[in-house]
């Protein structure tokens, strides 16, 4: 035979194991404000997001970010770690294009006594005086 429940004693038994998860990982249960305000108080602090992140135009970031959510269809419980994980990513993207910037040393491969002329463009047509040829890169220096 099968015992039938009451629903006052399955929700008495949801009520003590709700209150033992609350006191297993009560920061589960924290409330975080709506979208809307969350977003509110990353624009208002705009300025101290620039002090933190000064390579950056945090205004079209948190547009870029927005548009990103928006396009993807996603939602996020915390706006605000997201918006600075947004920030951090950019940053890092930014800090390694900058050092990523090669320099390039042509010169005469037929005569390597010809003077080498350094270059920050890779397409570069230099002619060499000395022995009247084009110089090629001969070697990439990084940063």
């Known amino acids: 035979m099968e015992k039938k429940a009451d629903i006052n004693t399955l929700l008495k038994r949801i009520e003590i194991l709700e209150k033992r998860l609350d006191k297993l990982d009560p920061v589960a249960k924290t409330k975080l404000p709506s979208k809307k305000d969350q977003i509110d108080d990353i624009k208002k602090n705009i300025d101290k997001w620039s002090q933190k992140f000064p390579s950056l135009d945090i205004?079209?970031?948190?547009?870029?970010?927005?548009?990103?959510?928006?396009?993807?269809?996603?939602?996020?419980?915390?706006?605000?770690?997201?918006?600075?994980?947004?920030?951090?990513?950019?940053?890092?993207?930014?800090?390694?294009?900058?050092?990523?910037?090669?320099?390039?040393?042509?010169?005469?491969?037929?005569?390597?006594?010809?003077?080498?002329?350094?270059?920050?463009?890779?397409?570069?047509?230099?002619?060499?005086?000395?022995?009247?040829?084009?110089?090629?890169?001969?070697?990439?220096?990084?940063?």
Not at 86 to 112: A, F, H, P, T
Not at 123 to 141: A, L, P, R
């Open 59 to 143: 205004e079209f970031e948190l547009l870029k970010m927005l548009d990103w959510l928006q396009a993807n269809q996603k939602r996020k419980k915390d706006y605000k770690a997201f918006f600075r994980n947004w920030l951090r990513k950019s940053s890092n993207s930014i800090e390694k294009e900058v050092q990523d910037i090669y320099r390039y040393v042509y010169g005469c491969k037929n005569d390597e006594s010809c003077k080498q002329q350094e270059s920050e463009y890779k397409d570069m047509v230099i002619f060499c005086n000395k022995c009247n040829s084009q110089k090629e890169i001969i070697k990439s220096i990084r940063g």
